[in-house]
């Protein structure tokens, strides 16, 4: 009895945890699935004009796993990257807000609009970095576009802190589409 009362506390714990890590593993990598679709997406439809809602349901398709049980897509932006190695400046302004000529951010309400509500017009969310606009001539050359996604994930006990978040980001080339 008093080996079992000792040993059942521990081996809860070790349960409890190998059970948040799992679930916490599972987002992370959920997240960078649909990131890796959403980047792919992007550079292959270049400067179509419905390329941002494209990229969004590429992620949100991509990342499925996220939307049952613990976590939560917070926001994704879509930016215009200076080379491959080009990482999200954070002094950009765009974690917060989209900004002209410089990246598109998106809620995940926007994970859910349909593609007419995208095109660059006036109220459309993706005018701030209008993919009409993207650089896709092999001449030109053309631009290198980047995905920025942050999940937040929910500890189900709490244990180990309530909540986790989770970033991730490529960068691509945009697949030349002329010469």
């Not at 179509?48 to 996220?66: F, K, P, Q, V």
């Not at 990257?81 to 807000?97: F, H, I, K, Q």
Request: net charge positive.
């Amino acid at each position: 009895m008093i080996e079992a009362a000792l040993a059942t506390p521990v081996f809860l714990l070790i349960v409890v945890g190998v059970m948040e890590f799992g679930l916490a593993l599972k987002d992370y990598l959920a997240m960078s699935s649909g990131s890796r679709a959403a980047i792919r997406t992007a550079a292959t439809l270049g400067n179509s004009s419905t390329t941002d809602h494209s990229t969004l349901t590429a992620l949100r398709n991509g990342s499925r796993a996220i939307s049952v049980g613990s976590g939560r897509i917070d926001f994704v932006v879509v930016y215009k990257a200076t080379g491959p190695n080009d990482l999200l400046p954070t002094a950009s302004g765009c974690l917060t807000a989209s900004v002209t000529a410089k990246c598109n951010r998106y809620t995940p309400a926007d994970l859910l609009r349909p593609a007419v509500d995208f095109g660059c017009g006036a109220a459309e969310p993706d005018r701030f970095w209008c993919p009409t606009g993207r650089k896709v001539a092999q001449s030109d050359p053309p631009d290198y576009v980047g995905v920025y996604v942050q999940v937040t994930h929910n500890n189900p006990t709490g244990m180990f802190g309530t909540t986790r978040t989770f970033t991730d980001q490529y960068v691509m080339r945009i697949e030349p589409q002329k010469l």
